[in-house]
């Protein structure tokens, strides 16, 4: 992580001093169940540190299997531990699409857990629905790390 850096009332900011907060960073999510994990074929990400905030981007899609139990998606960097929304995405089931928020999981320091806006339930292998190759899992997070 690059620190903005110490800058007085009146510097002149060049390039360089920009360029030196740092970079889009590529990451691989993994989305992890309570009981046994869904296997899929393509997940990407990215992230970027400002100072002690990330801001995270993830996609995973390709389902081959739904595993078991609650689902969590892994950020590349610890969340701190305050159990607000730190994240927001979709959920497609074919042409439906369903809207959660994510906050910070009690069971490890880099997993979310996941809400659908609907019906305010956790999402898991089964609900809103049993993902298959089709569907998809996108969604942004924006958090103070640990």
Known sequence: MTALGDFS???VLTAADLNAIGEWQT???????STTDPTY??????????NEIVFARFSISGFTSAGSGTYY???????????FPVGFG????????????????SSAARRLFM????????????????????????????YKQA
Do not use: C, W
């Not at 892994?74 to 159990?83: A, G, H, I, Y």
């Not at 049993?130 to 569907?135: N, Q």
């Open 9 to 11: 009332a009146g510097d």
């Open 27 to 33: 990451y691989t999510p993994a989305l992890e169940a």
């Open 41 to 50: 074929t393509t997940a990407d990400g990215l992230y970027y540190e400002l």
């Open 73 to 83: 998606v892994t950020m590349p960097t610890d969340v701190v531990s305050d159990l």
């Open 90 to 105: 979709l959920y497609s089931d074919g042409n439906t699409r369903y809207s959660f928020t994510a906050a910070k999981s």
């Open 115 to 142: 809400v659908a806006a609907h019906d305010q339930d956790i999402i898991n292998n089964s609900d809103p629905f049993t993902p298959t190759s089709g569907d998809f899992l996108r969604g942004t997070a924006i």
